[in-house]
């Protein structure tokens, strides 16, 4: 079965620091995607990236980097310097197979000023 | 550029009471989903279409009913209204099935049920 854990439910930081969301999944597919997407205060949901399993290579786009190790089923993200307009509900998705695209539970992350 | 709209944005309903969510999108996408966000939780899927005229069961369709009859709209059902269906709705769309394609969300209808 395809599954998604975030670990950390609530993560706080002081602006400027740095913080990684941990992602790991359980997939038995051979090929599948990794997603995340951001929830602003807002409450709309914002795609950030997607991954596929045939492409271990890091990813960063400005702040933000993803880090995917197939060897610890991981896909985690960094922020560098957050800034309070990074405070969000963070969540991490798997696709594989036929399946619906599976969701974590979600990291909320707070910058504090 | 309009993407996913999904109307209403809020709505409180009584218990026993119908209603219908509307979800429409532009970008001649096949595939259309229904998923609900309780507190806590991540997104889980309600409903799906893969184009006009074919739904199917997501992870938790008790309770609700949709309808595909074009391709740019996907109404969600809800026929008697439960404090259980108290939750944020969303619904998105991706042009096809394949694994890669990332998913469009409207910004959601925030639904109480008292």
């Known amino acids: 079965a395809q599954k998604v854990t975030q670990a950390q439910t609530e993560i706080s930081v002081v602006e400027k620091e740095d913080v990684t969301l941990d992602c790991v999944y359980e997939t038995r597919d051979t090929t599948y995607y990794l997603f995340w997407y951001k929830q602003p205060p807002s409450g709309e949901l914002v795609f950030l990236i997607r991954r596929n399993s045939f492409d271990e290579q890091n990813e960063i786009s400005g702040r933000y980097s993803w880090n995917f190790q197939k060897s610890t089923s991981s896909f985690n993200f960094t922020i560098t310097a957050s800034q309070v307009v990074d405070s969000a509900v963070y969540f991490c998705?798997?696709?594989?197979?036929?399946?619906?695209?599976?969701f974590g539970k979600g990291t909320r992350l707070s910058v504090i000023a | 550029n309009a993407g996913v709209t999904q109307t209403p944005k809020f709505r409180i309903l009584k218990i026993g009471q119908s209603m219908t969510l509307q979800c429409t999108q532009d970008?001649?996408?096949?595939?259309m989903y229904w998923y609900r966000q309780d507190p806590g939780m991540g997104l889980k899927l309600i409903y799906y279409?893969?184009?006009?005229?074919?739904?199917d069961k997501g992870e938790v369709p008790n309770g609700y009913n949709v309808s595909r009859s074009t391709t740019e709209d996907f109404p969600l059902r809800l026929e008697l209204a439960a404090p259980s269906q108290t939750s944020v709705y969303f619904c998105?769309?991706?042009?096809?099935?394949?694994?890669?394609?990332?998913?469009?969300f409207g910004d959601g209808t925030r639904l109480s049920i008292l």
């Open positions: 279409s893969v184009g006009a005229g074919i739904t």
């Open positions: 998705a798997l696709k594989s197979g036929n399946t619906p695209l599976v």
């Open positions: 998105a769309s991706t042009p096809g099935g394949g694994l890669g394609q990332p998913q469009h």
């Open positions: 970008m001649n996408h096949n595939y």
